[in-house]
């Protein structure tokens, strides 16, 4: 069965702090994805990788990083946490132009 | 940037009565994939589209994709209490690795 493994389902972080949101993938997919879901706006893209160390930018990587040394593993980092991304984090991972497998989610609150 | 908008944003129908949801993208997509989101879960992958002008259907659903390969419609037939979500198209931007989705069509199913 194939699996995508967020490492927290909720987390609550400081403003300020630094955030680390992992996520693992079992399926030898060359393509991992973050987006963050909010009400009313969808799944936003905010950074994805089609191979180990290579990252792109999605539409709203202000405020984020990322990091893919190994290919099962796709890091979301927060630099300084603001208010303004609380959200839902979903990581997803899939083959070229194939199905996308989602994690369960990250609900972040940053206070 | 690129954008995916879905219409409407909410629908509320009787159990019985059809449901159609609208997405179209700003950009050229490789193929169109459609996801259902339960309450309280992750996007789950339902079907996915290749050719512009393609139409597939599963059981009291129907997909088409358009020609442009930029718009696509999602319709159920004789909607049930087990459709209650909220669907997202999305599908990778031409001649990228950049998969995008829509804003989703949250859909509740009156008894």
């Known amino acids: 069965d194939v699996k995508v493994t967020q490492s927290s389902r909720y987390l609550v972080k400081r403003t300020g702090e630094k955030v680390f949101l992992e996520c693992v993938q079992d399926?030898?997919?060359?393509?991992m994805f973050w987006y963050r879901q909010d009400p009313g706006l969808g799944l936003r893209l905010i950074y994805f990788s089609y191979d180990v160390k290579m990252k792109e930018k999605g539409d709203i990587p202000e405020g984020y990083s990322v990091s893919r040394e190994k290919k099962e593993r796709f890091s979301l980092i927060l630099e300084s946490a603001s208010t303004n991304q609380t959200s839902m984090y979903l990581c997803?991972?899939?083959?070229?132009?194939?199905?996308?497998?989602f994690g369960q989610g990250t609900r972040l609150t940053v206070v | 940037g690129q954008q995916v908008m879905q219409i409407p944003q909410y629908q509320h129908v009787q159990e019985g009565e059809d449901f159609t949801t609208y997405c179209n993208s700003s950009t050229t997509l490789s193929n169109i994939q459609w996801y259902k989101q339960r309450p309280g879960g992750h996007p789950v992958f339902l079907i996915q589209?290749?050719?512009?002008?393609e139409v597939k259907k599963q059981k009291r659903l129907t997909f088409q994709f358009g020609e442009a390969k930029k718009n696509s419609s999602l319709h159920i037939t004789a909607t049930q209490t087990t459709d209650v979500g909220t669907y997202f198209c999305a599908g990778p931007v031409w001649g990228t690795y950049k998969y995008i989705f829509g804003t989703g069509t949250r859909l509740k199913v009156l008894a």
């Open positions: 589209l290749v050719k512009s002008g």
């Open positions: 997803a991972s899939s083959l070229d132009g194939f199905e996308a497998f």
């Open positions: 399926m030898d997919h060359e393509n």
